[in-house]
């Protein structure tokens, strides 16, 4: 053979901005998410939620639901064959409410039946008498009284130590839902052989078929967890919904069942972003220099456990933010009340303290003297530096300065010059006249962790398949719409060299778990065993032929070929598979002090808006931000994570709120709960800082969350400055900018 | 009741209930899942088609006031598999990430394209703003349908 090879750059790999394997699907209608499932035989499934935050049920009477036409099933906790209870960090939720309901829409009992409508009447027609009981829905009584999920602990450095300026106050944050386009869905499908298929919304598969099948009371491996389309998550897919109740009712009724919630269904089925109580006290040298941070945080968990205790160390650990101080005492509380849910969100525990954290450094600023941003840059924390809290070292990249520089160097925009109502607050309401409105800027930073914290044995497995017709990807990792097919992708294409390589979703009987798609993990975890997997395989097939280069064709050795693909295919496919580890974690001693954390990177956001003070209306402007990335493995997918997670922190700054009240939403559906549209989205610039970290593929760090953090202090900030006005809760109302 | 109606260019019927919407009548009668169900009370735009060239929500529309009517969905943008101009910018500008509101997002922008070829950024904004996003913050997408005003997509 006389083929010769020239030196190749694979196309397609890291550092591209490539076109996205699902994106063609997605924009001519025919990519199939959960909801789009259908079967042969198909039944539907629907869902009885309890009325009352708390309540006993004296009486239920499933009767009338089973003599309807067309109902095939009507379950409750009693026909739940295995673990009666399910949960992610710990096993407290019924499959089915167990007596006694514990918050605002607790599933009581489900139904199957021929089509959706009457799935719906049957589950109006069961009979439910309650008792109802006095719902705990203060989350102070709650920490007051021990119910407490979690309390996270933080005592570093010398407790007599004290500054001579000193700044307290007091924050809240509201619950914020992820408000995912696609809703709740899933499809179950029965074996025949006494075993399940599960094709539902998931961020998890391997987390939730631990749940499933324990409930299920069946063994791990009669059931399976399938990957499928998943229209959004942010966190609102990490706990189980309609998973089991439609494996119970597919089994029950031998037929496939398919379950999707509405958009207010979806509100009250899943578990949202805590709210929050924090109070604050910094103290600082007359430089502006730290020397002590004491803060107390209340999340309110909700009724159940979910990842509240994980949140509320979050929010914990990351109570003081990017900043160099000696002593800091915290006390982190996650408690239980009869609220809604609360578990993951999209900045997960970090949100919450960075509002409060942000908003005492303006306030020790001005109380300085001194400009928001100098008050940071003299405190920033750096590679090396210990965690304010834990005490944990730095020791992967940590570029705040850097960033902060990057953020300070954008230029602003010009002042108001428009009478177009399109950019005035209030838009074409035309509310505000241009000299009405006051502008204002606001910055904040902050700071988050990657991956699973505090010992967790956080692994991500990979198997790399070459076949004649190029390598496939398996993975158990989800595609929540993140762009994880297009990195994986592009990391076994660098890797290997090749450019034929395809990402294949495997289910849970194909491949052990990939982890969550959460805590900004999939692009450093699943994205480094892919790249460990394609190195050594590749590095397996240039050895068997003494070769020097692989590509699609086959193996080359001084610019010839040695074997073609099909060749080194001749005994059937060559593959490898690994499970990655990231670098462990340590649990933390009693004082909050260890190594829980696996990385951390760093965002700012500067914020521009206009305000209408008298009617208290803003308008954003626009937000800039710059990032701690560590690398971009695809700029197009980075920028896109770093616009949509911030366009949610903004959100949560001005509109995004569950109005709870008695432990009742009383906004659940798109037209009560405001969520930013093409009108209320600002031009972002965008900074990103690449400074390489330890462990993730090519120096990438997680880059999903840190958007959703900084750029609601950030906004907040300005809101601020344009009315002068404390504003110590977020969303900020109009109510609270006219002082109502 | 019975309907007939042209969807894509072809002649459909479909037995609809009393109530029910065009969306549903969609996707689960007419196997054409390609308008998302998101809000079910026209906020968010997700379920987007175009009605005898109207744009609509087709969770509003009773299906049994789309007798006789011509549909265009998603399913029928993109002509012989090859993407309009609209979905053509968006895969380069890498607008889609769940997707979820694509189709509906497609379906407005291309709605608006065929009455205004030359939008100003604004005016785009104004035309989207029945169309929520929950993962992109707009800003690919922006980029995306600018670049269709501009003509060089």
């Known amino acids: 053979m006389t083929t010769t090879s020239t030196e190749h750059r694979v196309k397609g790999g890291v550092g591209e901005s490539i076109r996205r394997a699902d994106g063609i699907p997605k924009l001519t209608g025919n990519f199939a998410y959960a909801s789009d499932l259908f079967h042969d035989r198909m039944l539907w499934g629907a869902t009885l939620r309890s009325p009352f935050a708390r309540a006993r049920i004296v009486r239920l009477d499933v009767a009338p639901a089973l003599a309807m036409a067309g109902v095939l099933a009507v379950l409750t906790q009693e026909d739940v064959p295995g673990e009666p209870l399910f949960g992610l960090e710990r096993r407290d939720q019924p499959v089915l ?241 009869n609220n809604p849910p609360c578990g993951a969100m999209r900045g997960f525990g970090a949100v919450q303290s960075c509002f409060a ?100 044995d956080d692994f991500s497995e990979a198997r790399i398949i070459i076949n004649p017709a190029g390598a496939e990807v398996h993975t158990a990792a989800v595609e929540v719409g993140q762009g994880l097919i297009s990195v994986l992708q592009q990391i076994a294409r660098t890797a290997l060299g090749m450019e034929n390589v395809i990402v294949v979703f495997d289910d849970t ?30 590095a397996q097939i240039l050895e068997r032929y003494h070769g020097d280069d692989l590509d699609d064709r086959g193996v080359w050795k001084d610019g010839e070929m040695v074997a073609t693909l099909d060749e080194v295919c001749a005994d059937g496919p060559v593959e490898h598979h690994i499970r990655y580890r990231h670098p462990a974690t340590e649990p933390t001693d009693e004082n909050g002090q260890g190594n829980p954390h696996a990385g951390f990177g760093v965002a700012a956001h500067r914020a521009v808006v206009d305000v209408d003070p008298e009617l208290g209306l803003v308008r954003v402007v626009r937000i800039d931000t710059a990032q701690d990335i560590g690398k971009a493995l695809n700029p197009q997918s980075v920028i896109g994570q770093l616009e ?36 209320d989205a600002p031009p972002m610039e965008i900074r990103l800082i690449e400074d390489p970290d330890e462990w993730g593929p090519f120096g990438a760090k997680g880059i999903g969350e840190p958007p959703t953090i900084s750029s609601t202090p950030a906004v907040v900030a300005a809101i601020r400055n344009a009315t002068g006005r404390a504003l110590y809760r977020s969303p900020v109302r109009p109510q609270d900018i006219v002082g109502l | 009741m019975i309907i007939e109606l042209t ?40 379920c987007s088609v175009l009605m005898d060239g109207t744009l609509v929500c087709s969770c509003l529309v009773m299906a049994a006031d789309c007798d006789g009517a011509a549909v265009t969905t998603i399913e029928g943008i993109a002509s012989d598999g090859v993407l309009n101009a609209v979905q053509h910018a968006m895969h380069d500008a890498g607008a889609v990430q769940c997707g979820f509101c694509t189709p509906g997002i497609v379906i407005a922008a291309t709605n608006l394209f065929a009455e205004d070829p030359h939008p100003s950024p604004d005016t785009i904004r104004e035309a989207l703003a029945g169309n929520i996003c929950r993962c992109t913050g707009y800003g690919a997408i922006m980029r995306a349908l600018e670049q269709v005003a501009e003509g060089s997509s």
Request: include cysteine.
């Open chain 1, 644 to 679: 949509g997670g911030t366009l949610q922190g903004v959100g949560l700054a001005v509109m995004e709120e569950l109005v709870i009240d008695g432990g009742e939403i009383r906004n659940a559906s798109f037209t009560d709960y405001l969520l930013p549209t093409f009108l």
């Open chain 2, 7 to 46: 969807i894509n260019g072809e002649a459909r019927t479909a037995t609809v209930a009393g109530s029910e919407s065009l969306l549903t009548t969609l996707r689960e009668e007419l196997a054409l899942p390609g308008a998302k169900n998101a809000c079910e009370q026209g906020e968010c735009g997700s």
């Open chain 1, 357 to 456: 954290y942000e908003s005492q450094m303006d306030r020790l600023a001005a109380e300085l003297g001194l400009d928001p941003l100098e008050l940071r840059r003299r405190n920033a924390l750096g590679h090396g530096d210990p965690m304010p809290t834990s005490g944990q070292i730095v020791t992967g990249s940590l570029p705040t300065v850097e960033v902060i520089d990057a953020l300070a160097a954008i230029p602003l925009p010009a002042a108001v010059d428009s009478e177009d109502a399109r950019h005035l607050p209030g838009g074409t309401g035309l509310t505000t006249p241009a000299a009405a409105v006051r502008r204002g800027i606001g910055y904040a930073l902050g700071i988050k962790n990657f991956a699973f914290s505090e010992a967790f």
């Open chain 1, 97 to 337: 409410a167990d007596g006694e309901t514990r918050f605002w829409g607790e599933p009581v009992a489900i139904v199957a039946a021929d089509d959706q409508e009457t799935a719906k009447r049957a589950v109006a027609s069961i009979i439910v008498e309650y008792e109802e009981l006095e719902p705990l829905v203060d989350s102070e009584i709650a920490q007051q009284s021990g119910e407490i999920f979690r309390h996270a602990r933080i005592r570093r450095g010398d407790p007599d130590a004290h500054g001579d300026i000193v700044v307290e106050g007091y924050y809240e944050m509201g619950s914020q839902d992820q408000a995912p386009l696609g809703t709740e869905a899933g499809l179950a499908i029965p074996d025949g052989e006494g075993g399940v298929d599960l094709y539902a919304t998931s961020q998890w598969v391997h987390a939730d078929h631990e749940q499933i099948h324990s409930c299920l009371g069946l063994a791990p491996e009669a059931v399976r967890c399938h990957p499928t389309g998943i229209g959004g998550a942010f966190g609102a897919r990490e706990d189980m919904n309609m998973h089991i109740h439609a494996c119970l009712l597919a089994l029950r009724t031998g037929r496939p069942v398919k379950m999707v919630y509405d958009r207010a269904e979806s509100f009250v089925g899943h578990v949202h972003r805590h709210p929050a109580r924090m109070w604050y006290r910094h103290e600082a040298d007359a430089d502006g220099q730290l020397v002590r941070v004491e803060a107390k945080l209340i999340l309110d968990g909700g009724a159940y456990g979910s990842t509240t205790a994980a949140v509320t160390a979050n929010a914990t650990y990351f109570a003081v933010g990017p900043y160099r101080v000696d002593t800091a005492v915290v006390d982190g509380y996650g408690v239980r009340t």
């Open chain 1, 509 to 538: 009987g194909q491949i052990g778990s990939a982890g969550s798609t959460s805590a900004s993990r999939q692009t450093q975890v699943s994205g480094r065993a892919v790249l460990d997997a394609s190195t050594a395989l590749r």
